[in-house]
């Protein structure tokens, strides 16, 4: 009776039908999509219960004395300035090294260039924090006396001059390098793909080459640019080997950029204290990797926000 | 205003490939001039060549002269970014800037080249060369949308009024309907046909009644076989090619017997 009913409750036409390859392929997607949420949940969830105890300890049993913000605040501000620093120095250099790979450069030059930047990204950070150390903060100490003099009117450079270059400037400029290769390898792409038809009507509309970027290709590869910034942002907020070498932090928070007393970096100075930290320190510097965890997580969904307020506009409908 | 375009001895290169061979032809002011011709005989790249695009493509070259109004275009002191401001381009597919709204892709031309403009006056141009494309009554309330939200045959409208809006001297169409429906390729045609009083328009068709239907003079494209370069096989007046040709080639065509 089943068996024979069955065909006409069921039609074949209605089942899916779902090939072993397709089930198997779905099911490793959803599967990684998981891990993901997973994995995230498990570190965002160990940072809190770990800063609990922190962010609940009376003021004076927080290292430093001045409660668990006045602990961190600094940390904060000299996190976010070094990484803001790098982002405005890399992000106009690695839109101009894409645009001369892409539209400027002859197609020989292009590739080798292409290459050398690249290279960039597979120096490892360790070895960046001695470059700055030993060749870039001493070349710019010049500078550093130089910006004390002429720039002193502004909070950013109201000196006194820092004598080793061990400063947040040396370290802005040791990142935006580190940042460069990251930033222009993703507006490259982006840039590449630009499409040749819209490229054309700019042409045929007369204008220059530099009027057709400006039309048609930037505008396509805006959402890319920023998307590279942030993945930027991004790593020169979480660097801390670089960081730790060049910088001679540990300072209160200040603007000033070429003193030699600065704010340390939360990551940076979670590395070089936590081998010494016990009870209530180790929670303290999970806390501040807390904030940096947020700090990323905001900066992250604030590119999204910015990629997607002129959807419409963005060429994808 | 519309413009004369006198083409002597040109041959069109990819990189060492001849891909049109010795194309003489004089280009009517005033009046539409339609090529047609089998795919791959070299009608687009010949009409690139007309505003200077051909040499966008990395390796492309020409030799040979394009005269218009006794300016070589292609002479050493000829700047071609001034040629494709007086010569105009409507492509095969729509291609109105995305980022852009409607406004602004009509306006984008006379932006260029530092040029600034009081807005009452641009809001002129916008209108008169919307009005031009008609367009203007199905898009005036809404000049600030992206010029992607429109229709394909919209879309190819306010890429002609973006065309016409710099106020160029010809107006180069390579297959403006090839992407549209009979609906929309006749408000096109209907619109060429408006506008060949203050323009030169060249225009590249698959479609021969369509040639037939807009154009007074028609040029015939054609080569002998793969890896050959094309060549004009004939150019007379439109009523000639399509009743009694000159050339066997070209009576095969349009009867239909190849391509």
């Known amino acids: 009776m089943t068996a024979t009913k069955t065909p006409t409750e069921r039609p074949p036409a209605q089942r899916v039908v779902r090939r072993a390859g397709d089930r198997l392929f779905a099911g490793s997607a959803k599967g990684s999509g998981i891990f993901i949420l997973v994995v995230l949940a498990g570190v965002a969830a160990f940072l809190i219960g770990e800063a609990i105890p922190a962010l609940t300890a009376p003021a004076e049993d927080v290292p430093g004395g001045e409660g668990l913000s006045g602990y961190i605040a600094p940390l904060v501000l000299g996190t976010l300035l070094g990484a803001v620093l790098a982002l405005l120095v890399a992000t106009p250099l690695a839109v101009g090294i894409a645009l001369f790979v892409t539209y400027y450069a002859p197609r020989r030059i292009a590739a080798g ?7 960039l990204a597979a120096i490892p950070s360790v070895v960046y924090g001695f470059w ?10 010049p500078f550093h006396v130089w910006a004390a003099d002429h720039l002193g009117w502004l909070p950013l450079f109201a000196g006194p001059a820092s004598t080793s270059g061990r400063t947040m400037l040396t370290v802005g400029l040791v990142l935006a390098v580190m940042i460069l290769p990251i930033i222009s390898a993703i507006a490259r792409e982006v840039f590449s793909q630009a499409p040749a038809l819209h490229r054309e009507a700019a042409l ?18 805006k959402s890319g640019v920023i998307a590279g910034a942030m993945l ?19 300072a209160g928070a200040t603007l000033n950029l070429i003193s030699s007393s600065n704010p340390s970096t939360i ?8 081998p010494e930290a016990t009870g209530l320190g180790i929670n303290t510097l999970i806390a501040s990797g807390l904030v940096l965890f947020v700090i990323t997580l905001a900066v992250n969904m604030l590119a999204r926000w910015i990629v997607n307020r002129r959807a419409d506009f963005s060429g994808a409908n | 205003m519309a413009k004369r375009i006198e083409v002597s001895d040109l041959n069109i290169y990819y990189g060492d490939f001849l891909a049109v061979e010795g194309v003489n032809v004089s280009i009517e002011p005033r009046s539409i001039t339609a090529l047609i011709g089998p795919s791959g005989c070299g009608k687009s790249t010949f009409l690139r060549s007309l505003n200077r695009m ?16 006794g300016q070589d275009l292609y002479g050493a002191d000829t700047d071609p970014v001034d040629v494709r401001r007086h010569i105009g381009m409507v492509f095969q597919r729509p291609n109105p800037f995305p980022t852009m709204s409607i406004y602004d892709n009509v306006i984008a031309g006379n932006r260029l080249n530092g040029k600034k403009m009081k807005k009452a006056e ?13 367009l203007w009554n199905e898009v005036k309330d809404r000049l600030d949308r992206p010029g992607s939200g429109l229709s394909g045959g919209q879309q190819q409208r306010l890429c002609i009024a973006r065309a016409i809006a ?5 107006l180069l169409m390579d297959e403006p309907c090839s992407a549209l429906d009979p609906i929309s390729t006749l408000a096109i045609e209907d619109l060429m046909t408006e506008l060949k009083d203050r323009f030169t328009i060249v225009i590249v068709t698959h479609n021969m009644q369509q040639a037939a239907r807009v154009s007074e003079s028609t040029g015939f494209f054609n080569l002998n076989g793969v890896g050959q370069p094309g060549r004009l096989i004939e150019f007379n007046p439109t009523e000639k090619i399509f009743s009694n040709p000159d050339q066997k080639a070209t009576e095969d065509y349009i009867s239909g017997r190849f391509g």
Not at chain 1, 113 to 119: F, N, R, T, W
Not at chain 1, 132 to 141: D, E, K, T, Y
Not at chain 2, 166 to 170: E, H, Q, R, T
């Open chain 2, 54 to 69: 051909h040499e966008v493509i990395p390796g492309a070259r020409v030799e040979g002269k394009v005269v218009m109004d």
């Open chain 1, 267 to 274: 990551a940076s100075n979670i590395a070089l204290r936590f």
């Open chain 2, 166 to 170: 710099v106020g160029p001297d010809v």
């Open chain 1, 132 to 141: 700055g150390l030993a060749v870039l903060a001493p070349a710019l100490v």
């Open chain 1, 204 to 221: 045929a509309l007369g204008a220059t080459r530099w009027e057709m970027i400006k039309m048609a290709v930037l505008p396509y590869g």
């Open chain 1, 113 to 119: 260039l292409g290459y050398a930047i690249d290279l």
């Open chain 2, 122 to 134: 641009s809001d002129d141009v916008v209108e008169r060369a919307l009005r031009g494309a008609n």
């Open chain 1, 232 to 250: 930027g942002l991004g790593r020169a907020l979480g660097e801390t080997m670089a960081v730790a070498i060049v910088l001679s932090g540990g």
